[in-house]
Structure formats: C-alpha cells, structure tokens
C-alpha cells in the first residue's frame, strides 16, 4: 500500500510544484511506493499524509502534524531527494512486525 | 516541452542589477513584471510578505531564488522573468546563501503556469546552471549558456 505524500510551500503554486515534479520524477523513475499531491504549508496539519517534503527552511515551521516531514535543501537536486525518500522508507521497514 | 528562452520575455532578463539586499532584488524582479504586463505593482509587496511571513524557504537551491506571491495578490498572467545581481544577496536562508540568480513568477490559476516550472526545473536541475547563469554579462551569453544547458538535457 502507497505512502501518502504531501508536498508544501507557503504559497501552493510556486516551490511545492516544482519540488512535486522533482519527487514525481524520482518516484516514477524508481517506482517507490508514494502517492504524491501538494498544497500550501496551512494544509499539511489536517492533509492525512503520512510524510510532508518542503524546503529546508519551510520545514522547521511545520510543527504538531502527525507524519513525518522530510526538510530539501536544493529542491531541484533529485539525488538529494531520492535518498531522503529512500531514507524514509528504510526507518519504516525498520518499524514493521 | 516548452523551452525556459521561449517564456522568458527579452525585457524580462536583468543581468547584474545594482540591489543591495533582498528587498530591493525583490523590488528589481517585480518592476520586471510590471513591466511585462503580467503583475500589477501590489505583487512586489506580496513578495516581500511572502518571505517576511514564510522565510526564505524561496531561496530553493544553491543561489537560486524563486520569488513569486499568491495569484489574487497582484498576478495578471503567468509570467516568468530572470535577475542576477551584481553582487550576491543573502536571504537569510540556512544552507542556500548567496543568491545569484532571482527568477519572479506569476501564475494565475493552479495549472497555467506549469510549463513554466517545468521549464525551471529543467534547467536549474543541472548543478552549475546557478554559476553560468550567474557569469553571463550580456542577455546574448545568458541565452547561450540557457541553450548548452537545454541540450544537455
């Protein structure tokens, strides 16, 4: 079953699009198990995501919601991106029975 | 896809603008797009507000700056227009300081402008685009280094 994933930003329309395409790239290129969507940073408290991706700076502000919030440096770097989402599932893989 | 030269209008480049911080590289984008007809003057103040309420979470690469609003704060169309500094512009943000190359961007709806991120990510993926681009001295050596960088794609 596919992790929720939500990208953010402080306006909806600008960063959180771009950083989507570059985590819709990854993901498709390495088939991991994401459903991606975005939305203003406002939103990601009550989205049901599972884990939030933002820029680094944006993400900090991110605080009391319930998923795991993953901070990008260079938005545009999909290495950084794709081993910060492997990362992710890795420590998940951990937790399982 | 639609290349980043094709959407960026000739009067929309300024090569190493004279701005002393962010406000007035800020400034310097919106007056670009007022001038290409795609923002009205209230846009530039949402941008500053957009990074004195949100941070500079827009500084989103090394040196590079997306700098944009809401689309009811001022956008008229989608529009996209290019910056570099004279001098390299602190933001404030934690990893991403200098910026040296400023993009201002307009959408007015959740779609219009998606051939324009794409166009941005393209380009920007590559991890010297911000130093090249940052180097052109005139609008003709931007758009070559714009075109090496698109063939190599």
Same mark, same amino acid.
């Given at each position: 079953?596919?992790?929720?994933?939500?990208?953010?930003?402080?306006?909806?329309?600008?960063s959180?699009?771009?950083?989507?395409?570059?985590?819709?790239?990854?993901?498709g290129?390495?088939?991991?198990?994401?459903?991606?969507?975005? @939305? %203003? /940073?406002?939103?990601a408290?009550?989205?049901? +995501?599972? $884990? &939030?991706?933002?820029?680094? @700076? %944006? /993400?900090?502000?991110?605080?009391?919601?319930? +998923?795991? $919030? &993953?901070?990008?440096?260079?938005? %545009?770097?999909?290495?950084?991106?794709?081993?910060?989402?492997?990362?992710?599932?890795a420590?998940?893989?951990?937790?399982e029975? | 896809?639609?290349?980043?030269l094709?959407?960026?209008?000739?009067?929309?480049?300024?090569?190493?603008?004279?701005?002393?911080?962010?406000?007035?590289?800020?400034?310097?984008v919106?007056?670009?797009?007022?001038?290409?007809?795609?923002?009205?003057?209230s846009?530039?103040?949402?941008?500053?507000?957009?990074?004195?309420?949100?941070?500079?979470?827009?500084?989103i690469?090394?040196?590079?700056?997306?700098?944009?609003?809401?689309?009811?704060?001022?956008?008229?169309?989608?529009?996209?227009?290019?910056?570099?500094p004279?001098?390299?512009?602190?933001?404030?943000?934690?990893?991403?300081?200098p910026?040296?190359?400023a993009?201002?961007?307009?959408?007015?709806?959740?779609?219009?402008?998606?051939?324009l991120?794409?166009?941005?990510?393209?380009?920007?993926?590559?991890?010297?685009?911000?130093?090249?681009?940052a180097?052109?001295?005139?609008?003709?050596?931007?758009?070559d280094?714009?075109?090496?960088?698109?063939?190599?794609?």
């Amino acid at each position: 079953m596919n992790e929720k994933l939500l990208v953010v930003c402080g306006t909806g329309m600008g960063s959180s699009m771009i950083l989507k395409m570059m985590v819709d790239q990854v993901v498709g290129a390495q088939k991991l198990p994401f459903d991606v969507s975005s @939305d %203003l /940073a406002s939103g990601a408290r009550s989205s049901g +995501a599972d $884990v &939030i991706v933002a820029g680094l @700076d %944006l /993400a900090p502000t991110l605080t009391n919601v319930p +998923a795991t $919030v &993953i901070g990008i440096k260079n938005i %545009l770097d999909k290495a950084e991106i794709a081993s910060a989402l492997e990362e992710y599932l890795a420590s998940k893989n951990d937790g399982e029975d | 896809m639609t290349e980043l030269l094709d959407l960026l209008p000739e009067d929309g480049i300024v090569l190493g603008a004279a701005a002393k911080d962010w406000r007035e590289l800020t400034e310097t984008v919106g007056e670009l797009l007022v001038d290409a007809d795609v923002a009205e003057p209230s846009y530039t103040g949402a941008m500053i507000r957009n990074v004195e309420t949100n941070g500079p979470y827009l500084v989103i690469a090394p040196g590079l700056a997306l700098l944009h609003a809401r689309p009811e704060e001022g956008a008229r169309a989608p529009g996209l227009v290019l910056v570099t500094p004279r001098t390299p512009i602190e933001f404030g943000h934690s990893t991403n300081d200098p910026v040296r190359v400023a993009l201002g961007l307009t959408a007015v709806d959740a779609t219009g402008h998606l051939d324009l991120l794409g166009a941005i990510g393209a380009i920007f993926t590559h991890p010297d685009a911000v130093d090249r681009i940052a180097a052109a001295r005139t609008s003709g050596e931007l758009r070559d280094v714009v075109a090496h960088l698109t063939e190599e794609n």
